[in-house]
């Protein structure tokens, strides 16, 4: 489970800071310091166990070895997710998580998801080590809103969009119906559809229950953040708070 990160501007001893965040146990980051491979500010730190205050300009006031600190904790990241690559951290076959850097695996808090997409489902993820900020992101309260790019067996039926929207769909095995959403056919066998809720394969068994089948599924915003054209597949990239604002809404990312 996600823990709360450490609240940005929170003093951590740095050994244990970098241990956390995968760079070795305690031990060897006291050695890294005594070898002077660990500056701060462009200096040696005057010990292991010296307090560095955690902010996400800590990258780049921090070298090892020459190169800027990982992302400290309290990061949020996008995710260009391909086909073919499962949203756990247990299962076996291509995770999520072997796109990111290998150190990163071992990083306390770890960074999870934001929600989960399906393995043959492609586009924009969200992962952070940050649990209230993934609770804010996930909560059916907020109803931040998930654009997906649909591709469909058949030809669309033309009563797709006012069923959707009805708030009244009820699929197979779920017990209250789901949240209105919105279809925007882009050909006859292509559609964006918005949705506000996360149920479980939710597109594909909403068009299940209209008589047709998904054959690619894509998603490509949430909340207003764009999946970026230039953000390669399999590729990763920082949230910025501005980003964090446009998935969240602006006055709540402060
Ligand atoms: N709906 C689905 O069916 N699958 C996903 O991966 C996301 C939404």
């Not at 969009?161 to 769909?169: D, H, I, R």
Request: aromatic share 4%; with cysteine; hydrophobic share 35%.
């Amino acid at each position: 489970m996600t823990e709360p990160s450490p609240e940005p501007g929170r003093l951590l001893r740095l050994d244990r800071l970098l241990a956390n965040m995968g760079y070795g146990s305690r031990r060897e980051i006291q050695q890294l310091v005594r070898a002077g491979r660990i500056l701060l500010d462009g200096a040696r730190p005057a010990a292991a166990d010296q307090r560095v205050a955690v902010t996400p300009g800590l990258s780049s006031r921090m070298t090892i070895d020459g190169r800027p600190l990982d992302p400290p904790p309290g990061v949020a990241l996008m995710l260009n997710k391909p086909l073919g690559v499962t949203c756990s951290h247990k299962e076996s076959g291509p995770l999520v998580y072997g796109l990111l850097p290998p150190r990163w695996r071992g990083r306390d808090p770890m960074i999870s998801t934001v929600g989960r997409l399906d393995k043959e489902t492609s586009g924009l993820l969200l992962l952070t080590d940050d649990g209230e900020l993934l609770h804010r992101i996930i909560s059916p309260r907020r109803q931040i809103a998930k654009r997906y790019r649909v591709s469909l067996e058949r030809a669309l039926g033309g009563d797709e969009a006012e069923v959707f929207a009805s708030g009244t769909l009820m699929l197979e095995s779920d017990d209250k119906p789901l949240s209105p959403a919105v279809l925007e056919p882009i050909g006859e066998r292509e559609a964006y559809l918005t949705v506000t809720e996360g149920r479980y394969h939710q597109v594909r068994r909403m068009f299940a229950a209209t008589g047709n089948h998904v054959t690619a599924l894509h998603r490509d915003r949430i909340g207003s953040l764009d999946l970026p054209p230039d953000l390669e597949t399999g590729r990763y990239r920082v949230l910025t708070a501005a980003d964090i604002g446009a998935v969240i809404g602006t006055a709540d990312s402060a």
